[in-house]
Nanobody, 114 residues
């Protein structure tokens, strides 16, 4: 059974940074296109970034300038570094397959506030 467990969120001030982690079990993430998503209160879940099997990346929100997706194949973990956090980045962040999502984990809450 595939499971994703996200961690690393928290309360940060505007301009701060966070590194989110996603630990996968029941699958090998380097064999798939993986993605980070986020869901803000009252809004639909949206794509943040994806990483292909060959390491190629693509970004949506908040964009490549402030976020970096990476992967540790040995640990079977996916990461998302977000810099210069803004209040509009406040959301629950999730990881999952980019295509054919499986059951969502609990996500990790990111709250950006002064």
């Amino acid at each position: 059974q595939v499971q994703f467990v996200e961690s690393g969120g928290g309360l940060v001030q505007p301009g701060g940074s966070l590194r989110l982690s996603c630990t996968a079990s029941g699958t090998i993430i380097s064999n798939y296109v993986m993605a980070w998503y986020r869901q803000a209160p009252g809004k639909q879940r949206e794509l943040v970034a994806q990483m292909a099997r060959n390491g190629e990346t693509h970004y949506w929100n908040p964009g490549e300038g402030r976020s970096t997706i990476s992967r540790d194949n040995a640990r079977n973990e996916l990461y998302l570094q977000i810099n210069d956090l803004k209040p509009e980045d406040t959301a629950v962040y999730f990881c999952n397959f980019r295509w054919q999502n499986v059951a969502w984990g609990q996500g990790t809450q990111v709250t950006v506030s002064s």
